[in-house]
Structure formats: C-alpha cells, structure tokens
C-alpha cells in the first residue's frame, strides 16, 4: 500500500545527503588537502558541518568504490585522493544518492509486501516477488547512472 511519501521524503540519510551536496555546489567551493580554507571545505569539513559523518561516511566510502572501482578506508583519503576530481566526487555524491532511495525503497517495497500478502499465500512467493521489484529498481536506478 503506497503511503503518499516517497523514500527520499523520509529518508535521513538523504535529506542529509542533500545538504552536503548543497554545500559543494561548484568546483570554487571545495578544497583538497585540507579540511578548509577561506569560503572553500573538503567533504570532511561538509559532512562534519551538516552532522552528516556517522550516517554518511559508510554509504559515501560505499559509492566511492562502486564509481572509482577503488577502495577508500575514509573520506578524506578519498577526497585526497590524486584522481578525485570535483567531477568524480560529484558522481560518487549523486552515486549515494541513488543508493540511500534505492535502499529506502527496497525497505519500502519489503513492508508493502509483507503487509499486502493474503492470508494463505506462500512466504516464499512473497519474498520473490518483493526481490523481483528490488531487481527491477536496481536496474533502473543502475540503468539511469
């Protein structure tokens, strides 16, 4: 049953998300080697600024290696990092993005069906039905990068 909210509505990780990205609109407002100087802050300084790195630093570090096909053992060595341009962190911001709503609506899509299933149908049809949608949302959110 669609309850009127979509997942990025009320999903913390996003709004927060949304935030950050607005803090680093242009490449003027972000600086590498150091957390910040004058106008301009690493995406340390901005998760720290929106109250965003215990939710985020996972799911950022997450992104991070799905789009550099890199692995990064914290936000700062990859923000550091030589081949993080302003361009690729944008990428991987949008890339978490895409990921925190896809995870919402599978979590979304997992409730509905659980609430939605007759009495007397099979568990086990449920759940692939609920994993066919998630498959189905994966390759569009996928498709759509």
Request: net charge negative; with cysteine.
């Amino acid at each position: 049953m669609f309850d009127g909210i979509l997942p990025n509505e009320s999903n913390p990780g996003v709004i927060l998300l949304d935030r950050v990205i607005a803090s680093l609109p242009n490449q003027s407002a972000w600086i590498k080697g150091q957390l910040k100087s004058d106008n301009r802050r690493c995406l340390q300084q901005v998760l720290s600024d929106v109250d965003g790195s215990e939710t985020l630093t996972e799911p950022i570090l997450e992104a991070a290696q799905q789009v550099t096909g890199k692995y990064f053992s914290s936000i700062p060595t990859f923000n550091d990092a030589e081949d993080t341009t302003f361009d690729v962190m944008t990428t991987v911001l949008q890339r978490t993005r895409d990921n925190l709503i896809s995870a919402a609506a599978l979590t979304w899509i997992t409730a509905g069906t659980a609430r939605a299933t007759p009495a007397g149908r099979s568990t086990s049809r449920a759940l692939a039905t609920v994993a066919a949608s998630a498959l189905f949302i994966i390759a569009l959110v996928t498709k759509s990068a």
